[in-house]
């Protein structure tokens, strides 16, 4: 049971270069969500999706783009890596978003030189 | 004002003291709140879900007030192995506090 899997684990890029995270979930969940954090901080929210086809803006999208092609996948893409883009990013989902538990991905640690 | 907001600790206590944090939140529409700790470079995992008036597991109790917006975590008999952040989340958005570090201590 993989749950929740992202990919890669650890990347580090130059400024300027471009990257795509990919989250999949096995669960059937409609909500996927990624978030970034940064030493000292909470998770903070980049992007969500609340079904296939769907993607909206969280608290810090800029620089970040988004897309749920498929049910079980949320990519989140770099276009051009900045080094404020350092981070540790997660992706996570729910089956509800009232009631329902988050399900994290072990996290993305993500260096941009 | 964020969204959600939290106690920022750190707190330290010592093994057996009972611990409380606060999370304020800024949307009255939001229905579901949680949860979750955090340990060292992990992902988050989930504590307790408040659903309305509040609920307890074991040592630990949360509570909702939401006349005033905000919910508790309560640790009683703290044990070593609490040391670790403590994230509320709103379920509007699924917003996140900053997160509340704890260390118990011997």
């Known amino acids: 049971n993989a749950g929740v899997t992202q990919t890669p684990k650890f990347r580090v890029l130059k400024t300027g270069q471009s990257m795509t995270l990919l989250c999949a979930q096995d669960?059937?969940?409609?909500?996927m969500y990624w978030y970034r954090q940064d030493p000292g901080m909470g998770l903070r929210l980049i992007h969500y999706s609340v079904g296939e086809g769907t993607t909206a803006k969280g608290e810090v999208p800029d620089g970040y783009n988004v897309s749920r092609l498929k049910k079980q996948n949320f990519l989140l893409g770099l276009e051009s890596a900045a080094p404020s883009q350092t981070s540790v990013y997660f992706c996570?989902?729910?089956?509800?978003?009232?009631?329902?538990?988050?399900?994290f991905g072990e996290g993305s640690r993500l260096t941009v030189l | 004002r964020k969204e959600v907001e939290q106690d920022p600790g750190p707190f330290n206590v010592p093994e057996g003291a009972t611990v409380a944090f606060n999370c304020t939140y800024s949307?009255?529409?939001?229905?579901?709140f949680f949860w979750y700790r955090q340990d060292c470079r992990k992902e988050p995992k989930l504590l307790m879900s408040v659903y309305s008036s509040g609920n307890e597991d074991g040592r630990f109790t949360a509570q909702l007030n939401r006349a005033s917006q905000y919910i508790s975590l309560l640790i009683r008999d703290s044990k070593l192995s609490d040391s670790a952040t403590y994230l509320c989340v709103v379920n509007v958005d699924m917003r996140f506090g900053a997160g509340t570090r704890l260390t118990v201590k011997p």
């Open positions: 949307n009255s529409a939001s229905q579901s």
């Open positions: 996570a989902s729910t089956w509800d978003r009232v009631t329902g538990e988050l399900f």
């Open positions: 669960m059937n969940h409609e909500y």
